[in-house]
């Protein structure tokens, strides 16, 4: 089972497109006699341990996707998706020739739900082929103010860069889902704060939303930390790369104007 992501708006301009492998995985199809309905009257259950996510291949990108790209991807997938499972439970059965159709029905994950349409094709007698889009709703929008921010010194990652990311969720959007997403950052938070990507964060006092400052060593991975926030498709982002104050010498005094 293999998923391909894709990007759009900022992640259009950073970050991979990935090709992750989901190596456990469970599927039941029961088909009834022909004279019950037969193919089209058939059933598909299929499970999806979250846990067996495994990053195959990331193209595009401002660079290669390296061993330790892979390493950061899988461990914040896992930070967000924990051990749980998504699951595909089919509605309907369509046939398009003798070769070829589509199963409709829904795909749930991390509690939401959403329809999908998998388009399956025969490549050989007895093999069959599916696939499915599910689309990320792009609702956060994000403004990148500049490509550079405060410098730091990740103890076995190397130099850092910090970035002030303030989220505002949209107020139009106000549902069970949102409430349940946000009640997930806390989790989403825990693990970057131990690993030092999260250098603080706070709550932005009469609005729903917060103030945090990410360290990260690229713009990729602010791109795919921010991608994985579970309000990311309910809110709107701003971004301010940081920079270290100047000492000032208190003792200097100005020059007189001329």
């Given at each position: 089972m293999v998923l391909k992501t894709g990007r759009q708006g900022i992640a259009a301009r950073a970050g991979h497109d990935l090709t992750i492998e989901i190596t456990r995985w469970s599927a039941q199809v029961e088909v009834p006699d022909e004279d019950a309905g037969g193919v089209t009257a058939a059933t598909v259950k299929a499970e999806f341990d979250l846990g067996s996510l495994e990053v195959r291949e990331g193209t595009g990108g401002a660079?290669?996707?390296?061993g330790r790209d892979r390493g950061d991807i899988k461990k914040q997938m896992s930070a967000i998706l924990g051990t749980?499972?998504?699951?595909f439970t089919s509605s309907k059965i369509v046939r398009f020739g003798s070769s070829g159709g589509a199963v409709e029905g829904t795909f749930t994950l991390n509690g939401q739900s959403e329809p999908v349409r998998l388009q399956v094709s025969e490549p050989g007698p007895g093999r069959y082929r599916g696939s499915a889009t599910v689309v990320q709703t792009g609702r956060a929008q994000a403004e990148g103010r500049g490509r550079r921010g405060v410098r730091g010194e990740h103890p076995g990652r190397g130099p850092g860069v910090k970035f002030l990311v303030i989220w505002k969720i949209e107020l139009?959007?106000?549902?069970?889902?949102?409430a349940a997403a946000v009640a997930r950052m806390q989790a989403y938070a825990k693990p970057l704060e131990r690993s030092g990507q999260i250098a603080a964060r706070y709550h932005i006092v009469g609005a729903h939303g917060g103030a945090w400052i990410y360290d990260v060593g690229s713009n990729e991975e602010l791109e795919r930390l921010i991608a994985l926030m579970p309000v990311y498709n309910f809110a709107h982002y701003t971004i301010y790369p940081l920079a270290e104050m100047p000492e000032w010498d208190e003792t200097a005094t100005v020059p007189p104007e001329t």
């Open positions: 660079k290669p996707l390296s749980g499972t998504a699951s139009s959007l106000l549902s069970s889902h949102v």
